[in-house]
DNA sequence: AAGGCTAATTGAATAGCATTCGATATTTTC
DNA sequence: GAAAATATCGAATGCTATTCAATTAGCCTT
């Protein structure tokens, strides 16, 4: 009795230990080479089996990215939440730019994963990470910022999904930029500015009023008379140029 | 002489009637069937050509996709190019509005050769679409922006590429979340709530200080920079006139 | 216009790879 | 301890992009 519920244990520990071998051979080979790239074989070398065992544990190649996509996402959420945790800030900003560059940090140094993650769905319309794990990631977000409501930092109104696009897809375009235009320098040096902008936005779009302390309405309309005079000046100009 | 020049050409345009046909036939089929899934042999029954043939005009399966992807964002080109000619709106909210729903339709409709586009690059890292066709797309929403700061209507301190991450991010982040979430109704109803949202968060974030009459340091330092920028203007008219 | 020369076309042969499958080894059960 | 069940293996299969030797069509000279 007590010998076979300890051998099926040590059976199921063998599996899941050659499992995590398959995984963690995949995920490196698969990094190293993008999917079309690896090869089912060198897989299965690196992990120390043959070649068709693989198959009794994911059906197909895509099943096995799929397999290594999700435990990466999972990665991705543990170190989100991590970094949420351990920030000192307390104000919704200061956290959010925290998470921002986070973010894009990872979605820069990962960027074929995170790539692959959507265009698996494409290239076999049977695979696909599975949306709980996205959701589960993009939670975090949505924590921090249904907190920052509750707090009153942010407008009542603002609605949580349009917040939600806005920073996770302004931040992964803005990655491919950074990519496409700074090929050699991604540091953080070249990430703040996207990271500030970030913070900025949130802070005039859904941020309640606050510290924008009003200024003498006297300066404000000197400004504006010296505006409408240059305006009515630039006009003039135009009309006595030759060319238009 | 004559006939030389004449047989030429027609030699010439029958080359590239065929490449046309090539490409057609590929672009049907990689939109019915994904890269993966698409034949060479089809596309070449499709054209009426032999398969060998198409190794002829393109080196390979990738760079057939290349070319195809290429005169697809090419088309995207054109045709946002023409929605932003034919929009009665002059003011820059409302041409946004206009880009912002052009795209976010197109994003979802093309979601396969969005998605093509930037997972090419991963699979087969010699191939990618240029950087030129992306750039000449974007430049449409480049435009709009500049000629928007010009007139005074944007923020003059506003920074052009965060706004365009920031709007070709969202745009696409959300055409993801609506395919996701209502995978039937992608209709404009669903779409025109991220419109909306985009146009808004313009509106607050990058519009000078309008109907709400709140001046504080925002609006004067926005203020300010119409000024300089304004007079820069002028100082470059004034030398451009014949008379000084 | 005939014939040689070049370029274009073809589809059968090649080669690379994911996946299958019959044979073999290991574990579980009684 | 042997039979049944399960797991593993890697050679064989099947499917495709790609190549290539043979063939055809276009072009130019005389």
Same mark, same amino acid.
């Given at each position: 009795?007590?010998?076979?519920?300890?051998?099926?244990?040590?059976?199921?520990?063998?599996?899941?230990?050659?499992?995590?071998?398959?995984?963690?051979?995949?995920?490196?080979?698969?990094?190293? /080479?993008?999917?079309?790239?690896?090869?089912?074989?060198?897989?299965?070398? =690196?992990?120390?089996?043959?070649?068709?065992?693989?198959?009794?544990?994911?059906?197909?190649?895509?099943?096995?990215?799929?397999?290594?996509?999700?435990? *990466?996402?999972?990665?991705?959420?543990?170190?989100?939440?991590?970094?949420?945790?351990?920030?000192?800030?307390?104000?919704? *900003?200061?956290?959010?730019?925290?998470?921002?560059?986070? /973010?894009?940090?990872?979605?820069?140094?990962?960027?074929?994963?995170? $790539?692959?993650? *959507?265009?698996?769905?494409? $290239? $076999?319309?049977?695979? =696909?990470?599975?949306?709980? /794990?996205?959701? /589960?990631?993009?939670?975090?977000?949505?924590?921090? *910022?249904? #907190?920052?409501?509750?707090?009153?930092?942010?407008?009542?109104?603002?609605?949580?999904?349009?917040?939600?696009?806005?920073?996770?897809?302004?931040?992964?375009? =803005?990655?491919? =930029?950074?990519?496409?235009?700074?090929?050699?320098? #991604?540091?953080?040096?070249?990430?703040?500015?996207?990271?500030?902008?970030?913070?900025?936005?949130?802070?005039?779009?859904?941020?309640?009023?606050?510290?924008?302390?009003?200024?003498?309405?006297?300066?404000?309309?000197?400004?504006?008379?010296?505006?409408?005079?240059?305006?009515?000046?630039?006009?003039?100009?135009?009309?006595?140029?030759?060319?238009?």
């Amino acid at each position: 009795m007590a010998s076979k519920a300890i051998q099926s244990e040590t059976q199921r520990a063998k599996l899941e230990r050659k499992e995590r071998a398959i995984l963690d051979a995949a995920r490196t080979i698969f990094v190293d /080479h993008g999917f079309d790239g690896a090869r089912m074989q060198e897989i299965a070398r =690196s992990a120390g089996i043959g070649e068709g065992t693989i198959y009794s544990y994911y059906d197909s190649k895509a099943e096995l990215m799929l397999a290594v996509l999700q435990q *990466f996402w999972d990665g991705l959420t543990l170190e989100a939440e991590g970094v949420m945790a351990s920030v000192q800030a307390t104000d919704f *900003f200061g956290r959010l730019e925290a998470l921002a560059q986070y /973010h894009l940090n990872t979605v820069i140094v990962n960027a074929d994963f995170i $790539n692959l993650t *959507f265009a698996l769905r494409r $290239n $076999n319309s049977e695979v =696909s990470v599975s949306r709980d /794990h996205l959701r /589960h990631y993009v939670a975090v977000f949505d924590q921090l *910022f249904l #907190r920052g409501q509750d707090r009153g930092e942010l407008r009542a109104d603002a609605v949580l999904w349009q917040a939600r696009d806005i920073f996770y897809g302004s931040l992964e375009y =803005s990655a491919r =930029s950074i990519e496409m235009t700074m090929a050699a320098d #991604r540091s953080t040096r070249a990430q703040q500015p996207v990271v500030d902008g970030m913070v900025a936005l949130f802070r005039s779009h859904y941020g309640v009023g606050g510290i924008g302390a009003t200024t003498d309405k006297a300066d404000l309309a000197s400004l504006e008379s010296r505006l409408d005079h240059l305006s009515a000046q630039i006009g003039s100009l135009s009309d006595r140029l030759p060319g238009s």
